[in-house]
């Protein structure tokens, strides 16, 4: 069972959204929360899988709640899905380099929405259709000079190609296509790559590409 904390300050979200995960087999909404300080209490009581995170909540704001469970080494297991009115929030790009992994907007279909529930628990990245890149443009555009990762030394040059691949927004299947191998292949040096580099999930291994240096602007071919 998926267990779910909810974290917006609109009940009418949240009861929404309760609605339609508690409905299926596999998820339940283990707890709600109206401020970001209230989902940060719910996150240590309850140890969530999944918590969808509005960004902009009063008390604390879900992009801080969202840094403080991903820097707790305790919460390492729990994933965090924002919510967002617009695809291109402003505070996307520092919600993804804060930990999250990954965004959907608001009024993103149900069968989506359930997919990113599930997605998310697998360590898979969730961003909404059609944003992966745009989201790593801005990255990209924003980034700094790399700084030489040593971690980078652990990898096997295929796990070097793999990682620049998803650096650039490519899935398990598209990955598998290029480099002609079956998705369960790409997968494996996907999580492999993640483990050796200590990546929670897939967008924070999109981050340390470009960090690293493996990765440069306009490599979005």
């Known amino acids: 069972m998926i267990r779910v904390l909810l974290a917006d300050d609109q009940a009418l ?4 959204f309760k609605a339609l995960l508690d409905a299926q087999a596999d998820i339940e909404v283990a707890g709600e929360a109206a401020d970001g300080e209230e989902a940060l209490r719910g996150v240590r009581g309850l140890r969530p899988d999944v918590v969808l995170m509005d960004i902009r909540m009063p008390v604390l704001d879900g992009l801080a709640a969202t840094r403080r469970i991903t820097e707790d080494p305790g919460l390492a297991e729990v994933k965090v899905v924002m919510l967002t009115t617009f695809e291109m929030d402003e505070y996307v790009f520092e919600a993804i380099r804060s930990g999250a992994s990954g ?4 009024d993103t279909e149900p069968d989506e929405l359930l997919r990113a529930v599930r997605a998310v628990v697998e360590g898979d990245a969730l961003l909404s259709p059609g944003v992966t890149r745009r989201l790593i443009a801005e990255f990209a555009a924003r980034s700094k ?8 030394a652990e990898l096997t040059e295929r796990e070097r ?7 650039i927004g490519l899935s398990n299947e598209e990955i598998a296509r290029r480099l002609v191998v079956s998705p369960l292949t790409a997968k494996t040096h996907v999580s492999r790559t993640m483990v050796k580099l200590g990546a929670r999930d897939r967008a924070q291994l999109v981050v340390f590409a470009y960090e690293s240096g493996l990765v440069r602007p306009g490599w979005l071919g």
């Open 103 to 106: 965004f959907l907007v608001k």
């Open 145 to 152: 000079e790399p700084v030489a990762a040593a971690s980078l």
């Open 13 to 16: 979200v949240r009861a929404g």
């Open 161 to 167: 190609e793999v990682m620049a691949l998803v650096g």
